[in-house]
């Protein structure tokens, strides 16, 4: 344990003293690493949106077509429950760069915010209708295949009450992240790394710290360099060096000065 947290603590600080874009808004490599990104949970999202509310300045500042899955995932949450932010990220960040990821936690958000609708107004009609059809038939594969997610979004999106289908066991319910954390931990102990990177990657999807340190560590050994960048801001995240900013380096939470008088 010991060590594990000498090694985060040298990571966090090598990349606070060395002013790598990881805390900025740079594209360092964050999309080459090859291993996949936490789909986060919409209810940790919001824990993190709630928690450090960054100025608009500051937020599509350190925003950037260059961001991993897990980050834009954060990012566009943000703009999900904050619209006003959104002309100037989609100014900033293009549409149908995200569109061609076809990373469905992505497109997960930007469904949302169609159905919510107001969130590409900054598009032409012509161009704005694009989006929504991609999105529409993206939507009408997904949910085909992906049952739980289908329900998830429908009620996210505005339903009022839970379809009958929330009953069948197979629809409804959640992970059981205590017992995905003590998996990836006997794989761990046993040497088989990669497999317990994926069951931490699971953990770390609900902001559980454990999960979010357990990928940080694993990442670099069996990624390399290329994500190392990416190891870095789970360490961010994780609140395990220092509190939760997940922004950047050295930006302050909008209500900062609020906090301060209470």
């Not at 990220?89 to 990373?103: E, H, Q, V």
């Not at 409804?172 to 990836?184: H, I, M, N, S, W």
């Not at 990442?219 to 395990?240: E, F, H």
Request: glycine share 10%.
């Amino acid at each position: 344990m010991i060590k594990k947290l000498f090694f985060l603590t040298v990571l966090f600080f090598i990349f606070v003293g060395s002013g790598s874009p990881v805390f900025a808004g740079g594209v360092g490599d964050e999309i080459g690493c090859n291993f996949p990104d936490a789909v986060f949970n919409y209810s940790y999202l919001d824990s993190l949106t709630n928690s450090f509310l960054p100025g608009d300045a500051d937020f599509i500042s350190h925003s950037s077509d260059g961001m991993s899955s897990g980050k834009t995932q954060i990012f566009l949450w943000c703009v999900y429950r904050n619209k006003r932010v959104a002309p100037g990220f989609f100014k900033k960040i293009k549409m149908p760069s995200l569109l061609a990821r076809k990373d469905d936690a992505i497109n997960s958000i930007l469904w949302l915010m169609m159905k919510r609708g107001g969130y590409f107004s900054g598009a032409n009609p012509r161009v704005g209708e694009s989006y929504e059809s991609s999105l529409s038939s993206w939507w009408e594969g997904y949910r085909t295949v992906h049952p739980r997610e289908e329900l998830k979004l429908e009620l996210y999106s505005g339903k009022s009450e839970l379809p009958q289908k929330a009953m069948s066991n197979d629809v409804y319910g959640t992970e059981d992240v205590d017992l995905a954390l003590r998996q990836g931990m006997i794989e761990e102990s046993s040497g088989r790394r990669i497999d317990a990177f994926f069951h931490y990657l699971r953990v770390a999807g609900y902001g559980y710290q454990i999960g979010l340190t357990g990928v940080a560590l694993l990442l670099p050994q069996l990624g390399g360099d290329k994500c190392v960048s990416r190891s870095a801001y789970y360490v961010l995240l994780s609140g395990s060096i220092a509190p939760v900013n997940w922004v950047g380096h050295e930006v302050k939470n909008q209500n900062y000065a609020l906090q301060k008088q209470k």
